[in-house]
């Protein structure tokens, strides 16, 4: 028995950003449905809590031609300032059927796309039509990604990046204004790269708030993808009050986000600012934004069903392509 090794290489080339929006939207609307097993993660932190060893299983679709499989990462943030990847892994992907392992892929490459993609089927659903004035705050491996996702699913008009050291924002600014063919603007503080935005994305290893509700202009939406753990935010809890809250999964939201829970705990919002999961307003089960000036915010927490979709549709057009070294159990 075999199965198929995919590097970050393989990855990188199979999956662009334009499927996997598509890919990351079924799965979410496949889970809303309810033909999806999607438990929470596990999240051990290492003995001096200078990162995490993350397990995150599931299963997508039914046994006649459903997936399953779990990442395996470690989340080790100080990696970004020696250079390195601060998410590293590998995905292992099953068929149901039969219980055959079918790949061993690159977990860094696949987290980078899939959850800028979430982010993408939560703008495409809850921003206004014409956002178009976007913030990134943030400068790591999901600022690069987020930019191609929004531009991928809204028409830019302005580009601001914020970082705390201004010398990563205007190498940002530079490189992937010069990758993707328009101007990047590094501005030097977070309010400064918010004021008037219509589109935020929260893309920071941040434990304290970066936005604050104040800042937020009526009718913008946030995707906030940072602070994936209980006492971690990137949002006070003005902003969150101020939004109408979405997220990927109900339960990891009340169990692993700190932007909602603290705000919770603080006492600005309770159990009922939850407005429902993305794949059910993808699904009309639940309204999505309801008027231009409205604030919508996505609290993305990343989770398993994403990866599962985005390696099936690797795993098969690395069948296609020849892509990808065959490996004997
Ligand atoms: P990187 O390590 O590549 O980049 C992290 C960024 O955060 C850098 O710009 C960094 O530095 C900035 N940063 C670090 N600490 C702080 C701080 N205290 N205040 C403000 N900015 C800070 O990480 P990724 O881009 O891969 O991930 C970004 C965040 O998203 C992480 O929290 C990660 O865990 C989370 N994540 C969420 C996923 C999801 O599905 N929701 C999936 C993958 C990641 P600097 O300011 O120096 O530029």
Redo the contacts with the bound molecule.
Sequence with gaps: MSFLFLNREDVESLLTMADCIEVVEESLRILARGDAVQPLRSALWMPDRHGLLVVMPGMLGRAEDGVAGAKVLT?V?D???RGE???QGLVLLFDQKRGRPLALFDA?AV??I??AA??AVATRALARQDAGDLAI?????????HLEAMRSVRTLRRVRV????FE??RR?AEEEGARLGFAVEPVST?REAVAGADLIC???????P?LLGDWISPGAHVN?????TPN?R?LDAAAVAKARLFT?RKESLFAEAGDFLLARAEGTIDDSHFQGELGDVLEAKVPGRRSDDEVTLF?????AV?DLAAGRFIYEKALESGRGASLAL
């Design positions: 989340v943030p990696n970004f300032t990847d601060s998410h860094g987290t980078a899939r959850t979430a982010s705050l943030g400068t790591g491996v999901q600022a690069r990604s914020w970082s705390r050291n990563h924002a940002l977070a929260t893309v920071t290893a941040a434990t304290a970066v906030a993808v940072g602070a994936c971690a990137e990927d609290k993305s927490l990343g989770i994403e």
